[in-house]
């Protein structure tokens, strides 16, 4: 193995990418757009493993592909596709349950009764996110474990199943982020108050954001309020296929779009009220991100245009306070209703962004058109994970953290999900070889890294997931985990990704 030195003198001497690139920048005029290539921040590698006398990792070269010092490394969970125990301690119902018990609505009928176990199995799998060299674990929290009914009591039961989750991840040095909504609205808002379509809704989630902060904050550093707001009032009010299943008109689909960004300001609000002094909260949205077909000045604005409307109804109107003109116009009639005051609820200043990315939402380019931008159609032939949602686009994960970063000047963001599904066959030896995820974590990483080495503040990444999981309406199909779940006797068996995660968390860096 090359000692220290060498690797870190090759950092500096042999980057040929890196320098290649950033000669590139300033010949495409960048610096005149403000966004001058910072120097390239080089840490050193963790070196523990020739200093303790374990065994060497396996992989030495890191291509000079280092992430910034502190970067943290993690996987991400939610609450209704991990944790099971559907029926116990006090658990109230939430509209994932009823719908995934609904036939007809989940491939193969699926639903999360079980799921991974979580509930019962997480000092197990805590014992797994240690192995794998991460520091960080991102997880949500099932509203209905602790308000049954949305509202009213809390259920002791249910909070002391987080408060002894968070004590395991912390006597392990993992450092626990938690979400607050991953879509398990409790079953009796839905019934009550039509979910999001009622303001009252948005009013009991900031009840019950600040509440946990109260009990967790001393512990939980980090609040996400809600999970991508944008796929559970489209997918979920508007296309009728995640749960409650509704197809609304375009008028009541706004409102309800209008009631979620309210619900993030007002839980902000709430968690700022009641949790310890230094507690962080931010959100975490599937950003809809506009690549630049190729890197010209004119195509990097309009594609930052275009991640600016494509997100107007979500992170923009988050961010900035406003819901654009663009956005207005097109809503017409359909526009939702809201006060100033509302707006200035949702836009309460953020202490970082979390983004999840797993694909671009278009190639894009300039365009002498009203917009200034213009979609260009994928190829048929463009490659896709085996979800075939998921274009892949290696460079959305760049563009997005550049894209937060550049519109709303956050200095806090982190990737709270990225990862890929794949066909994952076990062998007879029970091992998975996922080259395809490797392959797309190659890509990924080296792009987030480009990030972080031109001084885009990203301070952290999430695998999507720990585990295979409940894949909401693909069901259990459809395999995104580090690990393989055997579902029949819950067995988790490490794909070879789980060696190349480990690997680069320890060097820190792209291998
Ligand atoms: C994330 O969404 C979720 O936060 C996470 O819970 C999920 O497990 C993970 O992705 C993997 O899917 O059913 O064809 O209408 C990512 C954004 C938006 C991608 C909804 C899938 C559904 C497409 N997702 N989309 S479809």
Known sequence: MKNHQSDEQSNKTENPGLTGRRDFMKTAGLTALGLSAAPLIITSCNSKSETDGKQEPAVTNSNGLVFPKGFLWGTATASYQVEGAANEDGRGKSIWDTFSHTPGKILNNDNGDIACDFYHKYKEDIQLIKSLNAKSYRFSISWSRIFPEGTGTPNQKGLDFYSR?????????????????????????????????????????????????????????????????????????????????LKLPAAELYQARHHAVLAHGLAVEAIRAKGKAGTKVGLAENIKVGVPVFESPENIKAAETATREFNAGYMTVIMEGKYTDSFLKKAGADAPKFTAEELKTISSPLDFCGINIYNPEAYVQAAANEDGFEKIPFAKSHPTSTSKWQILGPESLYWGARHTQKLWNVKEIYITENGTSGTDELTADKKVYDTDRITFLRNYLTQLQRATSEGVPVKGYFYWSLVDNFEWASGYGTRFGLYYMDYKTLERIPKLSVSYFRAMAEKNAVL
């Open 165 to 245: 989750m968070v004590d395991e991840l912390l006597a392990n040095g993992i450092e626990p982020f938690g979400t607050l909504y991953h879509w398990d609205l409790p079953q009796a808002l839905q019934d009550k108050n039509k979910g999001w379509q009622s303001k009252d809704t948005a009013k009991a989630f900031a009840d019950y954001a600040g509440y946990m902060a109260e009990k967790l904050s001393d512990r939980v550093k980090h609040f996400f309020t809600l999970n991508e707001l944008w796929t559970f009032i489209q997918l979920g009010y508007g296309d009728g296929v995640f749960a409650p299943g």
